[in-house]
């Protein structure tokens, strides 16, 4: 039985760059006990070796497993999920030419997890770690409800083989359940993936390139398949963040539906998109109430609003968006809200509330509604 002597103990992070990689070690067998060394580096220059950043859910914490650091006799419990993945990159970093490396980036493992401070540090470096990377890996999960036949599709057939069997109940059946994974409903991975300039899926042994899941995802919504409208349409977002047309108010409303364990994610978990507008100075603040979080937000799309002259040319009614009967009046009405609901100035002592309960706050709700107006007179 592998022994360690306890937890391990993080060394702290002293530069506002610096990071941690972690090197996973090869084992004979798959369900060998998982070690690594963890090591820390800066982000900036070039003195950090390649890595790969690793893209995934973390699953219920209610049960966990050791990761073992042999070097300094200590361990550091995961979720099952990240564990599962652990041996499956194992595996595939042995084999597969793109993760020969060794050296990942993975939160839970890189992050101490037990420290707010260092959290809020690094929350705000995700976007440059992801555009760092050599390579974002995206872990779907193991092998199931067909998905090795999916994979092979998508990398290996003839586009017309693929389309005929994409058509067909089989086919139907496999996308259904590989876009039912709780990875998609996830909101980080949108950051995650939309800042990554070279992304890769790894499902169970299989690997596939985004790109080819990007197209017939594509394919896919053009025929209205069902299950493809439960998969963010990352695309675009990829499309805007390389052209700069990010703002958070965009960004709050097209992500209303993914999922965070923390609500104060739906808007941090954001912010490394943002590339224009009041939003590239928000701070991911932790010890903020989640309402708190989502005034901000609602400020910065208010703010960023009135900055493009839309807001006042609509009120006066020099401006009518498209498809909108009773939009000014709706817009008006909502404006008011706001008005109702904000205090000045908002101070992190003063915003702390102990009976906010996130996502059911009603800041929430009028958050992500008056994002979708001003989405709407973009």
Same mark, same amino acid.
């Given at each position: 039985?592998?022994?360690s002597?306890?937890?391990?103990e993080?060394?702290s #992070?002293?530069?506002?760059?610096?990071?941690?990689l972690?090197?996973?070690?090869d084992?004979?067998?798959?369900?060998?006990?998982?070690?690594?060394?963890i090591?820390?580096?800066?982000?900036?220059?070039?003195?950090h070796?390649?890595y790969?950043?690793?893209?995934?859910?973390w699953?219920?914490?209610?049960r966990?497993? !050791?990761?073992?650091?042999? *070097?300094?006799?200590?361990?550091?419990?995961?979720t099952p999920? &990240?564990?599962q993945a652990? =041996?499956?990159?194992?595996?595939?970093?042995?084999?597969?030419?793109? &993760?020969?490396s060794?050296?990942?980036?993975?939160d839970?493992?890189?992050?101490?997890q037990?420290? #707010?401070?260092?959290?809020?540090?690094q929350v705000?470096?995700?976007r440059?770690?992801?555009?760092?990377?050599?390579l974002t890996?995206v872990w779907?999960?193991?092998?199931e409800?067909?998905?090795d036949t999916l994979?092979?599709? &998508?990398?290996?057939?003839?586009?017309?083989?693929?389309?005929?069997w994409?058509?067909?109940?089989?086919?139907?059946?496999?996308?259904?359940?590989?876009?039912d994974r709780?990875y998609?409903?996830?909101t980080?991975i949108i950051?995650?993936?939309c800042?990554?300039?070279?992304?890769?899926?790894?499902?169970?042994?299989k690997? !596939?390139?985004?790109?080819?899941?990007e !197209?017939q995802?594509k394919?896919?919504?053009q025929?209205?398949?069902?299950?493809s409208h439960d998969?963010?349409?990352l695309?675009v977002?990829?499309?805007?963040f390389?052209?700069?047309?990010l703002?958070?108010?965009?960004?709050?409303y097209?992500?209303? !539906?993914?999922?965070?364990?923390?609500?104060r994610?739906?808007?941090?978990g954001?912010?490394?998109?943002?590339?224009?507008?009041?939003? &590239?100075?928000?701070?991911?603040?932790?010890k903020?109430?989640?309402?708190?979080v989502?005034?901000?937000?609602?400020?910065? *799309?208010r703010?960023?609003l009135?900055?493009?002259?839309?807001r006042d040319?609509?009120? =006066?009614?020099?401006r009518?968006?498209?498809?909108a009967?009773?939009? =000014?009046?709706?817009l008006?009405a909502?404006?008011?809200?706001i008005?109702?609901?904000?205090h000045e100035p908002?101070?992190?002592?003063?915003?702390?509330?102990?009976?906010?309960d996130?996502f059911?706050c009603?800041?929430?709700d009028?958050?992500?509604?008056?994002c979708?107006?001003?989405?709407?007179?973009e």
């Amino acid at each position: 039985m592998h022994q360690s002597s306890g937890p391990h103990e993080y060394d702290s #992070l002293d530069s506002p760059q610096a990071f941690r990689l972690l090197r996973l070690h090869d084992a004979p067998s798959f369900d060998d006990p998982i070690e690594c060394a963890i090591e820390t580096h800066e982000l900036d220059g070039e003195s950090h070796p390649c890595y790969t950043a690793l893209s995934y859910t973390w699953g219920s914490s209610s049960r966990t497993e !050791a990761i073992h650091l042999p *070097a300094s006799k200590a361990h550091i419990n995961v979720t099952p999920i &990240l564990a599962q993945a652990l =041996r499956y990159l194992r595996r595939l970093q042995s084999t597969h030419p793109d &993760l020969k490396s060794n050296w990942w980036w993975i939160d839970m493992l890189c992050i101490n997890q037990d420290s #707010l401070p260092e959290r809020t540090a690094q929350v705000s470096l995700m976007r440059t770690i992801f555009q760092t990377a050599s390579l974002t890996a995206v872990w779907l999960g193991p092998a199931e409800d067909n998905s090795d036949t999916l994979m092979f599709h &998508l990398t290996d057939s003839t586009p017309s083989d693929r389309r005929v069997w994409t058509s067909s109940p089989e086919g139907n059946s496999a996308i259904k359940a590989f876009q039912d994974r709780p990875y998609w409903r996830r909101t980080w991975i949108i950051q995650e993936v939309c800042v990554s300039p070279n992304v890769m899926l790894l499902c169970g042994d299989k690997v !596939a390139p985004w790109k080819a899941f990007e !197209a017939q995802h594509k394919w896919l919504r053009q025929r209205s398949f069902p299950e493809s409208h439960d998969v963010p349409d990352l695309r675009v977002l990829r499309n805007k963040f390389q052209r700069n047309e990010l703002h958070l108010g965009f960004l709050v409303y097209r992500a209303k !539906a993914a999922q965070c364990a923390n609500p104060r994610d739906s808007v941090f978990g954001l912010l490394g998109l943002v590339t224009g507008g009041l939003g &590239l100075k928000v701070v991911p603040n932790y010890k903020l109430s989640p309402c708190a979080v989502f005034s901000t937000a609602i400020r910065v *799309a208010r703010a960023d609003l009135e900055e493009s002259g839309l807001r006042d040319a609509l009120i =006066r009614g020099r401006r009518k968006p498209r498809g909108a009967y009773g939009f =000014r009046k709706k817009l008006l009405a909502v404006m008011e809200e706001i008005q109702d609901h904000l205090h000045e100035p908002l101070s992190e002592d003063d915003s702390i509330r102990t009976d906010c309960d996130g996502f059911q706050c009603g800041m929430w709700d009028l958050c992500w509604r008056f994002c979708g107006i001003a989405l709407q007179l973009e």
